[in-house]
């Protein structure tokens, strides 16, 4: 069924930031999500159940599709190890995410409504392929079956499937119409429940209850220690969470990766995880509130502080060059009435004359008073200091008034603005090109 909005145009991002808008409604902070637990105990952190986002009728963009996942594992591996090294955002993983976050805009639905693969072979209807095998025989047989469930790659797009691409190209991508029929479907969603519980013991996890929170399971120890060696599995990490937000399930995601980010951040049991759980795993949940009490949790525990890069943009001080100079003092106005008013001459000279002159015009006749103000006023039209509402052709009204005192002039200093400090880019993203399984 055809998008209506198909046609719409979206401007595409193309920096991190034009994709993160994680701390642009930042307006009051939110409380801390509580820890999942002591290191070594399985108590879940308690989610507030929200309701399902619907993923269906908005626009979406056209993805891009996967690449190997072994050779992302690898990358994720070397990221990794470099432990010293500051890490940079993926401009990759951003946009990957946005596209997700914002239902691909752009992206035109062309398949058509009775089209529905995904949802026939939830009913157990058709088999996967390339294998030719059924849901039940999956739930059924491969659960607990680690040495299958590890080292075969086609499975994982048939029971989590997505509107992208995946490696394995015999599988379909979703469509809206699919979508919102499955979530009709009773039988398709106990199977995908199932699918996910039993892809959670794989990874060392348990659902605790109906609301999504998790805790480790019994064999977390031995699975951990899998997961923390075997980085291919964060691809599938990431395409659970999406496909949980596609069918109804977008509360579910918070409590996994609070769960991961307390594993690899607190308890050190993942610790190779961290770079995919807070590039990919944390933005796969469409809300910005929950993002940030994600990236809350994860900014107070991460090592080194310094080096964290996920968190709300530092405001940064003004420098001390770019305020403005102080504006300089009105001139103050002269005594009883005083005509011509002058702020104090830089020429010193000329001003002391014009001030011991003005002293001696009680004892000088009218004619010698008005040649020696002709005089002052003079010498006066070069000094910088004049006001330009002077009006030197007004007198005074008696001698006395002659003797005036000008506050001094302002000197203002301006200083160069210093550079913002500048950081530089640290190495690339483990998870740069490398898409879901």
Not at 109 to 121: A, E, H, M
Not at 383 to 407: F, I, L, V, Y
């Amino acid at each position: 069924m055809g998008n209506l909005l198909g046609g719409v145009s979206f401007r595409e991002p193309t920096t991190v930031e034009d994709c993160d808008s994680t701390w642009q409604t930042d307006s009051e902070p939110e409380p801390e999500p509580e820890e999942p637990g002591p290191a070594g105990g399985e108590g879940p952190g308690r989610e507030p159940a929200q309701p399902p986002e619907r993923a269906g009728g908005r626009p979406r963009a056209s993805p891009a599709p996967d690449e190997d996942a072994e050779a992302a594992g690898a990358e994720q591996g070397r990221d990794s190890t470099g432990a010293t090294a500051k890490p940079k955002r993926s401009f990759y993983a951003a946009r990957d995410l946005y596209k997700y976050r914002h239902q691909y805009p752009n992206f035109k639905d062309i398949r058509y409504q009775n089209d529905l693969s995904n949802l026939r072979f939830y009913k157990n209807k058709i088999p996967f392929k390339p294998d030719g095998v059924y849901i039940e025989e999956v739930l059924n047989k491969w659960k607990g079956d680690y040495e299958k469930l590890e080292h075969n790659h086609t499975y994982i797009q048939w029971l989590f499937p997505l509107r992208e691409q995946g490696l394995n190209f015999y599988a379909k991508e979703l469509t809206t119409y699919e979508i919102e029929e499955f979530k009709k479907t009773k039988e398709a969603i106990r199977r995908f429940l199932l699918a996910y519980k039993m892809m959670l013991e794989f990874f060392g996890i348990k659902l605790v209850d109906k609301t999504g929170n998790v805790a480790r399971a019994v064999n977390w120890q031995e699975r951990f220690q899998h997961l923390n060696e075997s980085q291919h599995n964060y691809l599938r990490i990431t395409r659970i969470l999406k496909s949980l937000g596609e069918l109804g399930y977008e509360s579910f995601k918070s409590p996994l990766v609070k769960l991961i980010l307390y594993e690899a951040l607190v308890a050190n049991t993942l610790p190779n995880i961290k770079q995919s759980a807070l590039e990919y795993f944390v933005y796969t949940v469409r809300d910005r509130a929950e993002r940030r009490k994600l990236l809350r949790f994860a900014q107070k525990h991460y090592t080194p502080a310094e080096h964290f890069i996920w968190g709300p943009p530092r405001k940064e001080p003004a420098p001390e060059g770019s305020k403005a100079p102080p504006t300089p003092s009105p001139p103050v106005p002269a005594p009883h009435g005083q005509g011509s008013v002058h702020r104090k001459s830089k020429n010193a000279p000329a001003a002391a004359h014009f001030n011991s002159k003005a002293a001696e015009e009680k004892k000088g006749s009218p004619k010698d008073a008005e040649t020696e103000r002709r005089g002052a006023e003079a010498g006066e039209e070069d000094c910088p200091g004049d006001h330009p509402n002077s009006r030197p052709e007004q007198t005074a009204s008696s001698p006395t008034e002659k003797k005036e005192s000008a506050p001094p002039s302002d000197r203002v200093e301006g200083g160069e603005n210093p550079a913002p400090n500048s950081e530089s880019p640290g190495p690339a993203s483990p998870h740069d090109d490398a898409p879901l399984q």
